[in-house]
């Protein structure tokens, strides 16, 4: 099937969403297992030094431990070529004059912010209500105290980063909500604080992708199962997209999409791309 009849543009390097689309795991972000054809693509681009890189909307695990996740399948995905909401936040904050943050996520979200210079903050620590910023990450065992702790940090001038505002992600088990989503919803309802997303579909994430490929962000091609997600990031900027329908959009779901949140592929898998590179 074939969403867009007209011919790709020159692609200079690829970006790959994760769940749904190179790997499904479980609800807890663990049984990883690869899709088909995932490990053929990264390793036929590698043979032929396309350049490449995963970028996930998930902030629990730092990119260096994610990639090793990957490797550990078969998926050639070195420490510098996996991203995260977190790799784009660590490059947008000390741009921004962000030094502190209050993080709301497991340990594994503030690392690359840490990694910058960034000082981390935590709910109930002193000085979290004073944070430059407040980041908001994978927090499954949020609480009131830290929805209030970011409240005060925001109501004293702290601006609200946002790691992914995407309600669900494909899972193993089907669609899996996704936790910041929800805390930024309450954050933003309490506050009416703008929110600054650095996850995908932010122009912050594809400018970011476009820098560690090499290219311009025209010439990025962007493979992904969500057409309010990936689909919509690459067609703002101008790129390539490819879809995939291993995640929750299935064919029929893509079908009935608006222009903007159509591919100009439809893959069964991304297995599929070796035709196009073929």
Known sequence: MKPDG?????????????DGTLILSDRLLGGYRPLPGAIEVLNTLRKRNIPY???????????AEQAARLRALGLPVGDDQMLTPSSVAADLMPRRG????????????????????????????????????VYVGWHPDCG????????HAIWNGASLYVASDVPFFA??????????????????????????????????????????????????????DDPAVEIVMAR????TCFA?????TKEADWAAQPANRRPHR??????????HLA
């Open 6 to 18: 007209a011919p790709l543009p020159a692609i200079g390097g690829y970006m790959f969403d994760v």
């Open 53 to 63: 890189v995963a970028l996930t909307n998930g902030s629990a695990y730092p990119p």
């Open 98 to 133: 962000v030094k502190s943050a209050l993080v709301l996520g497991t340990p594994g979200v503030g690392h690359c912010l840490a990694e910058a210079g960034i000082a981390l903050r935590f709910t109930g620590e002193s000085g979290a209500e004073q944070a430059d910023a």
């Open 144 to 151: 009131m105290k830290d929805i209030e702790a970011a409240c």
């Open 171 to 224: 899972s193993a088990s089907g669609r899996t909500m996704g936790y910041s989503h929800a805390i930024t919803a309450a954050i933003r309802k309490l506050t009416r604080a703008p929110m600054i997303l650095v996850g995908k579909p932010s122009l912050h994430a594809l400018r970011f992708v476009a820098g560690r490929l090499g290219v311009p962000m025209r010439k990025v091609a962007v493979v992904g």
């Open 236 to 239: 703002r900027a101008g790129a």
């Open 244 to 248: 995939v329908t291993t995640g929750f």
């Open 266 to 275: 439809l893959l069964s898998g991304v297995g599929d791309l070796l035709k």
